[in-house]
């Protein structure tokens, strides 16, 4: 700007925060998934992510629409209805230096694509994965979804009578590496929750209760505003702290679980739960099924695995994008090509 | 020697045996013997969709002319399973012989007065011969080769380099393996009064400097030489072969020893649309990406299709075809995917579709389909069928790519920084294409949001009935940019007035039908589609004759009615429509016998 009369704040990289916004948002007016947007804006922005080497996935549905409504200057890829791992992951192998952050629903995840899902985590692609969850279809107008809870009441007085597919249970029995559920509603745990997710390696499944205003957001449903809020049994609030290097906190022993994720970076939960141990993978089942049993949300990073392998190491995907071989790296030399079709005569 | 002529390397030889029994060594060795012997084979695996147990027959075609077709007759048959047998001795053509089993009754139906019966006690021959019992179901189908060997003149030198080459990678199996053949030789010698008029003999001209190799391992290589990075695949039959044939050619090209890194990436996905979501994603995202499937792996594709279609992404899909519909004869082959694979996806989808008839093409389409798929920004399906894919072929070597790769528009941030600004949709080069930009390119310019619904030229949400049509319209402009971009037809024309439209694998039974023609008094021009959407030139082919006969693989004629569709109706009428569609590779009778009935019922007035 040539008047140069703001002080404007930049990021690690360098960026203002106007650079993570998108197009203004053509979901409902108080739809939770705008306040997630919000929350990864200032996520992104804090991180530091260069916005050339974000790519947005997501499938179909509301919360599928948000990769619009954040960091403009980003790839963007909407897919199809509940296949939106698959492109990640295709997208990932093509070239390791994206950070791909994929951005699902309820329906999306649950349902149509829960296939896709639980291969997603089976692999352990190294990306964010964030579930809007509402606990319904909002662009057909309100039906339940796979995350409804049992009894949960639709709008129209219709009980739901069936189990709840529990996204985050489901990824830990999976051998997710990285599982956390929070609240749209409560930024201050999620922002470093989401950045705790860019900074882990392979799939960070972030299960966000995101409120229906519209359609689900009334007495009986139990993914309403209010609910959530009587019912979020919160494990530790949680901090990131970017960056390699020593970590200086002062705190009372056992209040705080320190944990190094892979890029040198750290996440400080602060423990309300005392007992709460966020590696230990029976643990957090058992977490998330009391507090589903007392109809409780727990809330917190659920499980972390900091020795996490992804999918391109495991696979040993070199460093360099594949995109980026040329014939040379990849074709057969002459002198074993003839010696190879000598071999078929 | 049976009275009557000599028949010398024009015979069809079937080897019956048991599923799993590991007669697959057998044939192969006798059809290398025979190629080394400058002999013209053809051999057709028809196996059935099973592990162990059920039957399978191998037939080898050898032909002085070098046809590759299946002759459409069997001369010698070795009967070695009891299941079958009724059927096999019935499956001998008046003249020809059988090999069997000397334990299998010879008497009612199977007692033939037009075949010649060569008993073989295969079972006591193991028993005797072989000390290790684990191994006597293997060996016998050595001791057959031996027997064949010995009644049609095979010199042992070359069964015996075929021997050492097929366990080349097993020598201590050489051995054993040799004694067998003797075991087979010894007895027929002592045992069988040479009494059938078959017989082989070396040959010069025909098969030298030619290789053999499948259709899949072929395509395998010419996705290697493209510089595909990316394989996700599911397994379904026939195309297994050929993404397995990839990932061994990575690892043993691709590795580096020092790192364990290999410049590839490949996921077995969890099934066939999650595979080509991996494709487009990757391709999305500027590598090379492919996957390969059949049938029914196709139609799960079918919704990322229509997505890479409209969203503009470059991927390849391999479609090695099989018998459908739904799970239908997984182990044999047919064409019956064109027609869907052309339109795969709701609304209006159009793919460029290339049809590979040889090993050669199964190699050169594998390397064109990368550079169309960029070229285009589409998913390019490559139709192969289960004969080219999973039969063993004749062919020329593979001849080492001449150009680089065609990365198609892609925009560095370098080109960005010149341009005021770009529309992902735009049509600037009036070809219908557009240009794109790959995740991670570094510039502000250089973000787009790809998706499935309606998008402007600027990719962005749009409901617009005009921008949508125009869209549309746009993309109807690249398909039609691809006639003349896509591998042009094979014409061998000489001003008759009949002639013949196919494509694929039925191009070899074309070959031997016009052969067939000629000596019939009939000469006709032939053309051959080698991919979709059609040329231009095939309009005109057919427009210069007075009648075409479009031979398919399928029961609806699906090309044929992709033709009629893209023709104008006085030439579409000049079109008849000849079909197989049983599963077993079409012959030439099949398309010289109806269409010499046709063509002399015009002749001869009612």
């Known amino acids: ?345 | 020697m049976a009275t009557g002529e000599k028949i010398v390397n024009d015979l069809t030889i079937r080897a019956a045996t048991v599923n799993g029994s590991g007669s697959q060594s057998s044939n192969l060795v006798l059809t290398h013997a025979l190629f080394r012997l400058g002999i013209p084979v053809a051999p057709k695996n028809v196996f059935p969709s099973n592990i162990e147990g059920l039957p399978t027959w191998y037939d080898v075609r050898l032909s002085p002319q070098g046809y590759k077709c299946r002759s459409g007759a069997i001369d010698i048959v070795v009967a070695l399973n009891a299941a079958t047998w009724h059927d096999d001795v019935a499956s001998v053509r008046p003249g020809g012989a059988i090999i069997h089993e000397s334990a299998y009754p010879v008497s009612g139906a199977t007692l033939r007065t037009d075949i010649t019966y060569y008993a073989v006690p295969f079972g006591e021959l193991a028993k005797k011969h072989v000390a290790q019992g684990s191994l006597r179901k293997y060996l016998v189908n050595m001791i057959y080769v031996g027997v064949l060997a010995e009644l049609l003149g095979i010199p042992s030198e070359a069964i015996e380099a075929a021997v050492r080459e097929q366990f080349r990678r097993k020598p201590s199996a050489v051995e054993t393996n040799l004694a067998a053949v003797r075991v087979g030789v010894e007895y027929a010698q002592t045992h069988l009064e040479k009494r059938d008029p078959y017989c082989v003999e070396p040959m010069t001209g025909r098969t030298e400097g030619s290789i053999l190799l499948d259709g899949n391992r072929a395509a395998a290589l010419g996705c290697v030489m493209a510089g595909c990075t990316v394989l996700a695949w599911y397994p379904i039959t026939p195309s297994t072969s050929l993404c397995e044939s990839f990932i061994s050619y990575c690892d043993r090209f691709r590795a580096d020893p020092a790192t364990g890194e290999r410049k590839a990436a490949i996921v077995q996905a969890e099934d066939e649309l999650a595979a080509i979501g991996m494709v487009l994603g990757a391709g999305w995202a500027g590598a090379r990406a492919m996957t390969a499937t059949s049938g029914p792996g196709l139609s799960l594709m079918a919704e990322y299709a229509g997505f890479g279609y409209y969203a503009e992404l470059p991927g390849v899909i391999f479609d090695v075809q099989r018998a459908g519909p739904s799970t239908g004869l997984p182990t044999r082959t047919l064409q019956g995917d064109v027609a869907f694979a052309y339109t795969l996806s709701h609304g209006d989808t159009k793919h460029i579709v290339l049809l590979p008839a040889t090993v050669e093409e199964a190699y050169e389409f594998g390397m064109d389909a990368f550079d169309l798929a960029e070229r285009f920004q589409t998913p390019v399906f490559v139709l192969s069928d289960l004969d080219l894919g999973m039969n063993v072929w004749m062919a020329q070597p593979l001849a080492y790519p001449d150009r680089p790769f065609d990365r198609g528009k892609v925009l560095t941030a370098a080109e960005l920084e010149r341009v005021e600004s770009w529309g992902r949709y735009a049509d600037p080069d009036g070809d219908g294409i557009p240009y794109r930009t790959l995740p991670g390119t570094p510039s502000a310019k250089a973000g787009y949001f790809t998706r499935g619904s309606g998008h402007d030229e600027f990719a962005r949400y749009s409901e617009s009935a005009e921008v949508f049509a125009r869209n549309l319209d746009r993309l109807a402009r690249k398909h039609e940019t691809a006639r003349l971009a896509v591998p042009q037809p094979s014409i061998d024309e000489s001003g008759r007035a009949t002639a013949i439209l196919a494509y694929g694998t039925t191009h070899h039974a074309v070959v031997e039908a016009r052969d067939r023609l000629r000596a019939a008094g009939l000469e006709v021009d032939y053309l051959r589609v080698r991919a979709l959407p059609f040329s231009p030139e095939v309009a005109a082919f057919v427009a210069r004759h007075e009648r075409v006969y479009v031979v398919d693989q399928n029961r609806d004629g699906q090309l044929y009615g992709l033709l009629r569709t893209d023709l104008p109706a006085a030439d579409a009428a000049r079109l008849q429509s000849i079909r197989h569609y049983n599963g077993v590779p079409i012959d030439a009778a099949v398309i010289a016998e109806p269409l010499l009935e046709a063509e002399r019922s015009l002749a001869t007035p009612a």
């Open chain 1, 1 to 345: 700007m040539s008047t140069g009369v703001s002080k404007i704040n930049l990021n690690v990289t360098g960026l203002s925060r106007e650079v993570y916004k998108g197009s203004a948002t053509t979901l409902c007016a108080g739809c939770g998934h705008n306040s997630i947007t919000n929350h990864l804006i200032k996520a992104l922005y804090e991180y530091g992510v260069e916005p050339h080497r974000l790519a947005k996935m997501s499938g179909i549905g509301c919360s599928s629409k948000t990769p619009a409504y954040f960091v403009d200057q980003a790839h963007g890829f909407n897919g199809v209805h509940g296949r939106m791992p698959s492109a990640a992951t295709g997208a990932k192998l093509a070239n390791r230096d994206l950070l791909v952050l994929g951005i699902s629903g309820d329906g999306d995840t649950a349902s149509i694509g829960l296939g896709q899902y639980c291969h997603l985590i089976r692999r352990n692609l190294d990306m964010t994965y964030i579930v809007e969850d509402n606990g319904c279809y909002g662009l057909t107008k309100g039906q339940f979804s796979a995350t409804a809870d049992l009894g949960s009441v639709l709008k129209n007085g219709k009980v739901n009578e069936f189990e709840t597919i529990d996204v985050c249970g489901l990824a830990i029995e999976l051998g997710a590496t990285f599982v956390a559920r929070s609240f749209s509603g409560d930024g201050k745990q999620l922002v470093p929750l989401l950045q705790a997710a860019f900074a882990h390696s392979g799939t960070a499944v972030l299960d966000v209760i995101s409120p229906c205003v519209t359609f689900n957001d009334h007495e009986g449903s139990t993914k309403s505003y209010a609910y959530v809020k009587e019912h979020d049994y919160v494990l530790h609030s949680a901090d990131f702290i970017l960056g390699r290097g020593e970590i200086e906190v002062e705190y009372e022993p056992g209040s705080v679980q320190d944990i190094e994720l892979a890029d040198g970076s750290h996440v400080m939960l602060r423990k309300l739960d005392r007992a709460y141990d966020a590696t230990d993978r029976i643990g957090a089942l058992r977490a998330v099924h009391e507090a589903r049993g007392r109809g409780e949300l727990v809330t917190g990073l659920l499980y972390v695995n900091p020795a996490s392998e992804d999918l391109c190491e495991r696979e040993n995907v070199p460093r360099q994008p594949l995109k980026d071989f040329g014939e040379a790296d990849l074709r057969i030399g002459r002198a074993e090509w003839a010696k190879l079709m000598e071999s078929f005569a």
